[in-house]
């Protein structure tokens, strides 16, 4: 048995009570929390290591709840496109990957995540299917020596896409049935897999109906974008050859509940609003891309009167260009506050829990993580507070949502595991993992034919 503790700071647990400790400690036992409260109260019982974080806040790992770290080589091509034109860019890209080349993206956008404070991602997968390795497997490999507790959320194509990115519907099942054989509830469940839809135009009626079918066969849960952008509804339109739109196609397909996670969704109407929530679907918002990309202006409020459970993500680092969850706690407030000309639209405390108990109750992980509570998954990060633009620190969670950034994550531990010491990586070299991937991100641009957009 080993413990740390972590002594001497501001404690921020997040739990159902909103507690605070000003002069708190957390106390780790293996895996999970073992004590959390005032630094006078803990049992005094010896410790194998203490961790002093005065000055610093202790909270829980943020939730990152839909991400592409496939595609962190693409980060700076294409953002001034728009959508559907950027994936023309991205794809060729994607296509030119490697076994070495999956592994060394999604290791950097694991590094990426842990190093802004986010503990727990979903890896929305797609790649195309070559013979001899399974991309997924580099995905989890990587989240497995990352130490990240993470979730690989496998992409299904199945028409009007990309030749060699499509599958057919005998093939997604061999394929998902063997990955879940490997990697569901991977070490001690820290790592899990997931399937879905990519785009919903690149499924018929019947390919949601057996995903659907497959996903309760193996119990896992479903996660796809929805209603990403007006165009959305609109190639629904035209590919099924009728009026309906996403959330009421998955409506009818059986493609609603609490272990769906619909991303990104923005042009959906009050009608699908009402769906989702009557179904209790699990909704996860990422309004920094939103903006970026001009795809749409998310209200955000509607969804939080509905009463749905709301998570948020950073989508993919060749999307907004970043992994930082504090950037989409404060840009969720704005635009909600915008839309609904409401300076109450999104409160401080509700974005917190988004990003932490809410964002762990969407993506499935509640009662796992999101918490600092004895008995969870000792998943934690500290914040450094001794900055100028956070002093003064009077109000905790308007310091967090309003002011801070990624970069002021201190220390990461996952599953009772220090990931990251004083923004030092334990698990890598960090310095190596980056010339690697400068080098394989250039070589796959040569290969796309891409070169001329990287001179």
């Known amino acids: 048995m080993t413990t740390t503790l972590f002594s001497g700071g501001h404690v921020l647990t997040q739990d159902a009570e909103g507690r605070e400790y000003r002069d708190g400690c957390v106390l780790v036992r293996d895996d999970r929390i073992a004590f959390v409260g005032a630094a006078a109260d803990r049992p005094m019982e010896p410790v194998d290591r203490v961790i002093?974080?005065?000055?610093?806040?202790?909270?829980?790992?943020?939730?990152?709840?839909?991400?592409?770290?496939?595609?962190?080589?693409?980060r700076t091509l294409g953002p001034e496109k728009r959508l559907l034109e950027?994936?023309?860019?991205?794809?060729?890209?994607m296509a030119a990957f490697d076994q070495e080349a999956m592994y060394v993206a999604q290791m950097l956008g694991c590094l990426e995540n842990l190093k802004n404070g986010n503990t727990s991602v979903v890896e929305n997968l797609f790649s195309t299917h070559p013979e001899g390795y399974p991309p997924e497997d580099a995905a989890f490999q990587a989240m497995r020596d990352a130490g990240i507790r993470g979730t690989v959320a496998r992409a299904f194509e199945g028409r009007h896409f990309h030749p060699d990115f499509m599958e057919t519907l005998d093939q997604q099942?061999?394929?998902?049935?063997?990955?879940?054989?490997?990697?569901?509830?991977?070490?001690?469940?820290?790592?899990?897999?997931?399937?879905?839809?990519?785009?919903p135009w690149c499924m018929t009626e019947e390919m949601y109906r057996e995903t659907r079918a497959l996903a309760n066969d193996l119990s896992l849960c479903l996660h796809m974008h929805v209603a990403e952008s007006p165009e959305f509804n609109q190639l629904i339109a035209r590919h099924f050859g009728r009026?309906?739109?996403?959330?009421?196609?998955?409506?009818?397909?059986?493609?609603l509940g609490p272990d769906v996670q619909v991303a990104a969704v923005s042009d959906v109407s009050a009608h699908e609003i009402e769906l989702l929530a009557r179904s209790d679907t699990r909704v996860l918002l990422d309004p920094p891309t939103r903006l970026f990309w001009g795809t749409g202006f998310p209200a955000l409020k509607p969804f939080l009167d509905a009463g749905l459970t709301?998570?948020?993500?950073?989508?993919?680092?060749a999307a907004n260009c970043g992994q930082d969850l504090f950037e989409s706690m404060k840009y969720a407030c704005a635009t909600a506050k915008t839309a609904a000309n409401d300076p109450?639209?999104?409160?401080?405390?509700r974005v917190l829990r988004m990003a932490t108990s809410e964002g762990a109750r969407a993506i499935g992980r509640d009662g796992q993580t999101g918490r600092l509570e004895a008995g969870l998954k000792a998943d934690l990060i500290t914040v450094d507070l001794r900055q100028p633009h956070l002093t003064p620190n009077l109000d905790t969670a308007a310091a967090?949502?309003?002011?801070?950034?990624?970069?002021?994550?201190?220390?990461?531990?996952?599953?009772?595991?220090?990931?990251?010491?004083?923004?030092?990586p334990l698990f890598i070299d960090e310095g190596a993992l980056l010339r690697q991937a400068e080098q394989i991100a250039r070589r796959c641009l040569r290969a796309a034919g891409l070169s001329h957009l990287c001179p």
């Open 173 to 199: 099942a061999r394929r998902v049935t063997d990955l879940a054989h490997r990697w569901q509830g991977a070490e001690d469940d820290r790592l899990r897999l997931a399937i879905g839809p990519l785009l």
């Open 400 to 424: 967090l949502v309003f002011s801070a950034k990624g970069t002021d994550v201190r220390d990461v531990m996952v599953d009772g595991r220090l990931l990251i010491e004083n923004r030092e």
């Open 86 to 93: 950027w994936l023309d860019v991205q794809m060729p890209l």
């Open 344 to 349: 109450l639209a999104l409160s401080r405390h």
């Open 310 to 317: 709301c998570g948020l993500a950073t989508n993919g680092p």
């Open 243 to 255: 009026d309906i739109r996403q959330v009421e196609l998955l409506e009818e397909t059986g493609c």
């Open 52 to 74: 002093d974080v005065t000055g610093k806040l202790v909270m829980p790992g943020l939730i990152n709840g839909h991400s592409h770290l496939c595609m962190v080589f693409g």
